[in-house]
């Protein structure tokens, strides 16, 4: 019998809940990327770990699953305010999602090679246009 290879595309929202919901029941879960917004760190295609959110989670350089509104993002914590994050995307150039700290629900483990990484990688926020261009031409 031959196999069907039927590809089924879900909104991210959709798909999202779904995850969120899981988080919240204190599982985690394996998604893979879709998109470029994580270069250099997460390419599309590669699968990333999404776990609870423990206390002490929520502080800059964390990559962090959050609600921002119109879809879910994963994103990176660029600065932390009393009641409020702001995330950006390491491979985005200027846009950031601002969300309440209840909207975040998953965390993904980094390890302090790429929190270092991660770090010059923000400090190099005003020319990183161009080692972009470069990192989405290779992959």
């Known amino acids: 019998m031959a196999k069907s290879n039927t590809v089924l595309t879900v909104r991210n929202r959709e798909i999202f809940s779904v995850v969120r919901d899981t988080l919240l029941d204190g599982e985690s879960v394996s998604v893979a990327v879709r998109g470029e917004s994580m270069l250099p760190f997460f390419r599309s295609g590669s699968t990333i770990t999404l776990r609870p959110v423990k206390e002490g989670d929520i502080r800059k350089y964390n990559v962090v699953m959050a609600d921002a509104g119109k879809s879910f993002v994963v994103h990176r ?48 926020r005003p020319v990183r246009r161009y080692p972009l261009a470069i990192f989405r031409r290779v992959m």
């Open 77 to 124: 914590i660029v600065e932390v305010g009393d009641d409020y994050v702001v995330l950006f995307g390491d491979g985005n150039i200027r846009s950031t999602e601002r969300v309440t700290r209840d909207k975040i629900y998953g965390v993904v483990d980094c390890s302090a090679l790429h929190l270092f990484f991660a770090k010059i990688w923000l400090w190099l």
